[in-house]
C-alpha cells in the first residue's frame, strides 16, 4: 500500500481514492476514483479511514466478481 500524507492520496490493489475532511459532520471519507459507478466510505477515525477504504475496495471487488459469474 502507497500513502502520500501530503496529498491524501491512498493505493489498495491498483485502486486509488483521495482523503477529505468534512468539518460540519467531523468525519474522513472517500471514493474509489476511477471505477464506474459510486463505491464511498466513511469514518471519524484518521486511524480508521484507511482500513475503511480496503473494506470499500474488498467489497467492490467481490461485487465485481459476482457480477461477472451473473449472481
Do not use: C, W
Request: aromatic residues 12%; proline residues 1%.
Amino acid at each position: 500500500m502507497a500513502e502520500n500524507s501530503s496529498l491524501n492520496i491512498l493505493e489498495y490493489k491498483g485502486y486509488f481514492t483521495k482523503i477529505h475532511y468534512s468539518a460540519e459532520g467531523s468525519i474522513l471519507y472517500g471514493k474509489i476514483e476511477e471505477i464506474p459507478g459510486l463505491v464511498s466510505f466513511e469514518s471519524v477515525s484518521a486511524k480508521d479511514i484507511v482500513q475503511e477504504f480496503h473494506n470499500a475496495v474488498e467489497d467492490y471487488i467481490m461485487a465485481m466478481e459476482e457480477v461477472r459469474n451473473g449472481e
